[in-house]
């Protein structure tokens, strides 16, 4: 089928699963044209973000994790079978236009992965990790967007009904963006740094967008259509005579810098010395950057005003982590040979497999330390039971 080769035992699998179908990259062309030939079915292509190839760059593009609108999906099981949006995989959108509120992408579950990889489910309504049903899940907290989050949700769900991405219509040329500016900038008197800087963009990043050295991304694009009161299919197509004045200020500026404060370092160098003298408890002696971040004080700022307890801080910490991970290793390898030798007691002659389902997830064989261990007690488990 020309289908990308997976490199790995569970490459073919994750690329399957992961959300990248709707990318502008290789792997959504490679699987629409694969699953066109399957079905019969023409131009998937189209129901992608494939139509923006060339027009913006791939990277970021989509959001790194799925998302979804709980009230959607709610409303689809009333009408049929729930769907999975377009619009929830691009990453410059946080809120549903519809309902108004914030996409979710957790369920509650608290799970961050499923206990065997081909459990997992691909269902846009199904929580891959637990099961359960992301419609109806109590734990995703259900949060109201604020405006511009909803101007820019419906800004980019009109951009997807567009002719932009009907295959009835010829493809958007290229350069459009740069054509879009310049007319911008002779509207804005010719002034293109100070067209910039009201967008909040970098002028040299901005002259590079004009000469078409460089190509601004999805989210920068939005940010435009935003300012000129135009449509993003405007933007790309290079139509700015159907802009209307900018909105100069659109986007906040980076707040002014302030002074660094005048700090009591002997007041600072009295607390690590009474931090140093207290039993660590449980948890363990903070590390010299949370000290620094509770402080609120850059941690080479320590290291060079107070070097001495900084370098006992940073001792205790390393210290505390070697016997910390002495202990958990333990109780790993302690768990890890009672799976072995209940699985021998039960007749059952053990094997990495059976001791990782025996485990349940409550050790992940992944250190070296506790490989070795597991295969140290299945041999002595076998040698048990006589083979």
């Known amino acids: 089928m020309g289908v990308i080769q997976p490199e790995g035992k569970w490459a073919a699998f994750r690329l399957w699963k992961e959300a ?8 959504p062309a490679t699987w629409a044209a694969a699953l066109g030939r399957l079905t019969s079915v023409q131009h998937l292509e189209w129901h992608s973000l494939l139509p923006l190839a060339g027009l913006v760059p791939d990277r970021n593009l989509t959001a790194k994790s799925n998302r979804w609108c709980p009230a959607c999906l709610k409303e689809d099981e009333a009408h049929g079978t729930p769907y999975g ?13 519809t309902h108004r509120i914030l996409l979710v992408s957790e369920c509650g579950c608290g799970q961050t992965s499923a206990s065997q990889p081909w459990q997992s489910k691909s269902l846009p309504h199904v929580c891959a990790h637990c099961g359960g049903d992301l419609a109806h899940c109590s734990g995703a907290v259900r949060l109201p967007a604020e405006a511009w989050q909803v101007e820019r949700a419906r ?4 951009f997807l009904g567009s002719v932009a991405f009907d295959p009835r219509y010829p493809p958007i040329p290229n350069g459009g963006v740069a054509r879009f500016l310049w007319r911008a900038v002779e509207a804005f008197g010719g002034n293109a740094s100070k067209l910039a800087d009201g967008f909040g963009l970098g002028k040299s990043g901005f002259c590079d967008w004009l000469n078409e050295r460089h190509m601004p991304s999805f989210h920068q694009i939005v940010l435009l259509a935003q300012g000129f009161s135009c449509s993003i299919l405007n933007v790309l197509a290079g ?10 200020g659109c986007v906040p500026k980076k707040a002014p810098r302030k002074r660094p404060a005048k700090r009591d370092w002997s007041a600072i160098q009295a607390y690590l010395a009474e931090l140093l003298a207290k039993d660590p408890g449980p948890e363990g002696p903070p590390s010299p950057s949370e000290v620094g971040r509770h402080l609120g004080v850059d941690p080479s700022l320590l290291y060079r005003h107070c070097p001495d307890e900084q370098e006992a801080l940073a001792k205790r910490r390393a210290d505390w982590e070697v016997r910390n991970r002495a202990e958990v290793l333990t109780a790993r390898t302690t768990l890890i040979r009672e799976a072995a030798f209940k699985l021998a007691a039960e007749g059952t002659s053990p094997s990495w497999k059976d001791v990782k389902y025996a485990l349940a997830g409550k050790v992940h064989i992944v250190a070296p330390e506790l490989r070795l261990a597991c295969r140290k007690a299945i041999c002595e488990a076998r040698n048990q039971m006589g083979e």
């Open 155 to 158: 800004l980019i769900s009109e």
């Open 239 to 248: 139509d700015a005579h159907l802009a209307k004045a900018p909105k100069v």
């Open 20 to 27: 990248c179908f709707n990318g502008s990259g290789q792997v």
């Open 85 to 97: 949006r377009l619009l929830w995989s691009i990453a410059a959108v946080e809120a549903c236009p």
